[in-house]
């Protein structure tokens, strides 16, 4: 009898003690499952993290090698919280080509030659000055692409003699790269100081120049020059 007590006693015991082995173990797996997943979760958020940088980098280079170049600043009075144009053009409205060396901003608004002109100095460029038969094409091409019947402004202007036509760097018009509808005849019935100031029009093909009131308000052609 006390010979089956104790086998009945260490058998309990050995129940037992495989009891607490099991639950150890079974405490342990799920610390290790627990922990796989942590680490799981961790690796795949690194992942992650890592394709947005390479995502990133890879588009800024992209962009960079896209632009070309940074527009110069020549304007020393420019507040820091007027637009300003980057490689990227963030937050500009505006419609904006490359070309040669150049970025050409059409504008989207209507303003007067003056108003037209500060804004591009204000982006730090001025109205486009058009020195070739490839650039005045280009232009055109590009208002013909993104609306044919309306007019822009360019950087020439008769106002200080007139029939003395100047590009907003005071140059002279060549008379020879000069691409006018008609002989720019100063008439305007709205206007007492006439037509002193050019526009270009995409639409109507080989001559595209016209003049007319400075007053009247046109969208405009800005041209920045780049590094």
Same mark, same amino acid.
């Given at each position: 009898?006390?010979?089956?007590i104790?086998? @009945? *006693?260490?058998?309990?015991?050995? %129940? $037992?003690?495989?009891?607490? !082995?099991?639950?150890?173990?079974? /405490?342990?797996?799920?610390r290790?499952?627990?922990?796989m997943?942590?680490?799981l979760?961790?690796?795949?958020?690194l992942?992650?993290?890592?394709?947005?940088?390479?995502?990133?980098?890879?588009?800024?280079?992209?962009?960079?090698?896209?632009?070309?170049?940074e527009?110069v600043?020549?304007?020393?009075?420019?507040?820091?919280?007027?637009?300003?144009?980057?490689?990227?053009?963030?937050?500009?409205?505006?419609?904006?080509?490359q070309?040669?060396?150049r970025?050409?901003?059409f504008?989207? @608004? *209507?303003?007067?030659?003056?108003? %037209? $002109?500060?804004?591009?100095? !204000?982006?730090?460029?001025?109205? /486009?000055?058009?020195?070739?038969?490839?650039?005045?094409?280009?232009?055109?091409?590009?208002?013909?692409?993104?609306?044919?019947?309306?007019?822009?402004?360019?950087g020439?202007?008769?106002?200080?003699?007139?029939?003395?036509?100047?590009?907003?760097?005071?140059?002279?018009?060549?008379n020879?790269?000069?691409?006018w509808?008609?002989?720019?005849?100063?008439y305007?019935?709205?206007?007492?100081?006439?037509?002193?100031?050019?526009?270009?029009?995409?639409?109507?093909?080989?001559e595209?120049?016209?003049?007319?009131?400075?007053?009247?308000?046109?969208?405009?052609?800005?041209?920045?020059?780049?590094?």
């Amino acid at each position: 009898m006390p010979e089956n007590i104790y086998i @009945n *006693t260490l058998q309990h015991h050995n %129940s $037992r003690s495989t009891e607490k !082995d099991q639950q150890k173990e079974s /405490v342990s797996d799920k610390r290790d499952g627990v922990c796989m997943v942590v680490l799981l979760s961790v690796l795949l958020f690194l992942s992650l993290l890592v394709n947005a940088v390479l995502a990133y980098l890879y588009y800024t280079s992209d962009t960079n090698q896209l632009m070309g170049c940074e527009p110069v600043t020549n304007n020393s009075n420019l507040e820091v919280n007027r637009p300003s144009l980057s490689c990227t053009y963030k937050g500009l409205p505006d419609r904006w080509v490359q070309d040669k060396g150049r970025f050409y901003v059409f504008s989207n @608004n *209507t303003k007067d030659w003056n108003s %037209s $002109r500060e804004r591009c100095q !204000d982006l730090g460029g001025d109205l /486009v000055i058009i020195n070739s038969i490839e650039e005045q094409e280009f232009l055109a091409q590009q208002i013909v692409t993104f609306n044919a019947l309306v007019l822009h402004w360019i950087g020439l202007t008769d106002r200080q003699t007139e029939g003395t036509w100047l590009w907003v760097d005071n140059t002279p018009l060549n008379n020879n790269l000069s691409w006018w509808i008609f002989p720019p005849d100063d008439y305007d019935t709205n206007d007492p100081l006439g037509e002193d100031c050019a526009v270009l029009n995409g639409h109507i093909r080989g001559e595209k120049w016209g003049d007319i009131s400075c007053l009247k308000k046109e969208r405009s052609i800005c041209e920045i020059p780049c590094y």
